[in-house]
């Protein structure tokens, strides 16, 4: 992995707070849950969870998705399992060079309230600190009102744009 390879969370906090993380190791320790970059095994796990938590979308390729995360040194998919293993939370953090984006906050249905959420979002932040983003920005879709309160307790407001798309292929 490369820029913004993460590590531990005592130690990146207080790079953080300084302005100046580097990047170690692969692992970061948020909220007591240990979050790190997807490994090939976790492919399968980490779209049923996208799916089960509603946000894969028939022109997405979810798997492409993943794919293309991987593929890029500026991005990656964070994720924490459970005790038994299976993938509970998500976070997909990209960093352009302008600003970093998050995409694909996942957390299993039945683990939801405990924390999971803020947790995914914070060691996705951390990565793109590292990474080297000065900023971050997410999209929430229109039909998904519910989770602007979530956000908004984490401090995310309206950045008062209209993200306008377009397929090149």
């Known amino acids: 992995m490369?820029?913004?390879?993460?590590?531990?969370?005592?130690?990146?906090?207080?790079a953080l707070a300084?302005?100046?993380?580097?990047?170690?190791?692969?692992?970061?320790?948020?909220?007591?849950?240990?979050?790190?970059?997807?490994?090939?095994d976790d492919v399968e796990q980490v779209v049923a969870l996208w799916d089960e938590c509603g946000?894969?979308?028939?022109?997405?390729?979810?798997?492409?998705?993943?794919?293309?995360?991987?593929a890029n040194p500026t991005s990656t998919v964070l994720l924490a399992h459970s005790e038994g293993g299976a993938v509970v939370a998500t976070a997909l953090a990209g960093y352009e060079g302008h600003r970093g984006w998050i995409y694909y906050v996942a957390v299993a249905p039945a683990l939801r309230g405990a924390g999971l959420g803020r947790d995914a979002v914070v060691a996705a932040e951390a990565w793109l600190v590292a990474a080297g983003a000065r900023k971050v920005r997410l999209m929430v879709r229109t039909t998904n009102a519910p989770v602007l309160g979530f956000y908004e307790q984490l401090g995310y407001s309206d950045a008062e744009c209209t993200v306008l798309?377009?397929?090149?292929?």
């Open 55 to 70: 946000l894969v979308r028939p022109w997405n390729d979810a798997h492409r998705d993943v794919a293309d995360a991987r």
């Open 2 to 14: 490369a820029p913004g390879r993460i590590r531990d969370g005592v130690a990146l906090t207080n």
């Open 165 to 169: 798309g377009r397929d090149l292929v």
């Open 18 to 40: 300084a302005g100046a993380p580097d990047a170690a190791t692969e692992h970061l320790r948020v909220g007591g849950v240990d979050f790190r970059e997807i490994a090939d």
